[in-house]
């Protein structure tokens, strides 16, 4: 949702020199989940890296604005469409070079968010920010607590662990209750008891 296009690469470019303001953006851009698309040296393995725009404008040269290496690709999603076009062959990529010693490298989380569905694993990744990566929570849900499934591979098959987690914490910033992820976690966000959305009824004729 900008202008697509290639910009020289030099030492210390950052996100902000390469989208420097919210003008530059069409109408519904999503500033609080932005992906680069990274290739690692030397043999140029995927990794996937996101910034929250809106952060990083506010303190250019901040953590939040951090430097772009070469061959990066930035991402801008529409907040109302699906991201699914752009995403979903960057996972192709980071499950193609996964092992069983290094386990695919994506994360999921469904319920009551905006964008529910798989999302890359990031280097020291917490539920914060796959609460970004999903577009953060609707309106109904249950802001209270939420659900981590958490699988491992263990010597006798795949281990399965459920962890409760402190939504409002996350939300509040506490670092604490900000878990971070591993690779296959699973978050699920649930919906506020008793929820309906509002409806309406019809009222015709001789009134």
């Known amino acids: 949702v900008f202008r697509p296009g290639v910009v020289a690469w030099r030492q210390g470019l950052r996100l902000s020199d ?6 530059e953006l069409k109408p519904n851009a999503d500033l609080g989940y932005v992906l680069v698309r990274r ?19 506010r303190a250019p040269g901040s953590r939040a604005d951090f430097e772009l290496a ?8 529409d907040a109302v469409s ?8 960057l996972l192709d990529d980071l499950r193609r070079q996964s092992s069983p010693d290094r386990p695919s490298e994506v994360v999921s989380v469904g319920g009551r968010v905006r964008a529910p569905g ?4 990031e280097p020291g990744m917490r539920i914060s ?12 849900a249950y802001g209270g607590r939420a659900e981590l ?3 491992r591979n263990g010597d006798g098959g795949r281990e399965t ?3 409760d987690i402190d939504l409002a914490a996350v939300r509040r910033g506490e670092t604490s209750a900000d878990v971070s992820l591993q690779p296959f976690d699973f978050l699920n966000i649930k919906e506020v008891p008793e929820w309906s959305e509002q409806e309406s009824v019809t009222l015709t004729g001789e009134v």
Not at 46 to 51: E, L, P, W
Not at 118 to 121: H, Q, S
Not at 129 to 140: E, F, K, P, S, V
């Open 18 to 23: 390469v989208i420097g303001s919210v003008d």
């Open 39 to 57: 290739e690692l040296p030397p043999d140029r393995r995927v990794a996937a890296i996101s910034a929250d725009l809106a952060a990083a404008l």
């Open 70 to 77: 070469a061959r990066d690709r930035v991402f801008v999603f």
């Open 82 to 89: 699906g991201r699914r076009v752009v995403i979903d062959p």
């Open 118 to 121: 798989d999302y890359p694993l």
């Open 129 to 140: 920010d796959l609460l970004r990566a999903g577009g953060n929570l609707q309106d109904a």
């Open 149 to 151: 499934t958490r699988y």
């Open 161 to 163: 662990e459920l962890l």
